[in-house]
């Protein structure tokens, strides 16, 4: 996955024309490190999208903007637009992620 640092990286990044996924995350966080441990068979397998993470207390601007309340959450976006919003409290399994990509990508 790779980092945004910056509002307007995040902008550029979200205008693409093919979905993107964005894992917003903090360094303190407990499940996002969690996440880190399972995620990778599901990034390779979606591995059609690209991956990005947010460090939520680094873009705390672009997390409240996007309504991301709980981390990790995972949102994807094309050509500017949020298509999907996975909540914290629904990502804690991969069985959760997969589904919610499954719906999406469907």
Request: glycine share 2%; with cysteine.
């Amino acid at each position: 996955m790779q980092p945004i640092n910056s509002t307007d990286n995040f902008k550029e990044t979200i205008q693409s024309d093919n979905p993107v996924i964005v894992k917003f995350e903090a360094g303190w966080c407990p499940d996002c490190k969690a996440m880190d441990m399972w995620i990778d068979p599901i990034t390779e397998k979606y591995n059609d999208y690209q991956w990005f993470t947010v460090n939520r207390d680094e873009l705390e601007d672009v997390a409240s903007d996007n309504d991301v309340m709980g981390i990790p959450s995972l949102l994807v976006f094309k050509n500017g637009e949020k298509l999907a919003h996975l909540h914290s409290a629904n990502a804690k399994s991969p069985e959760q992620v997969e589904s919610f990509l499954a719906e999406t990508f469907k």
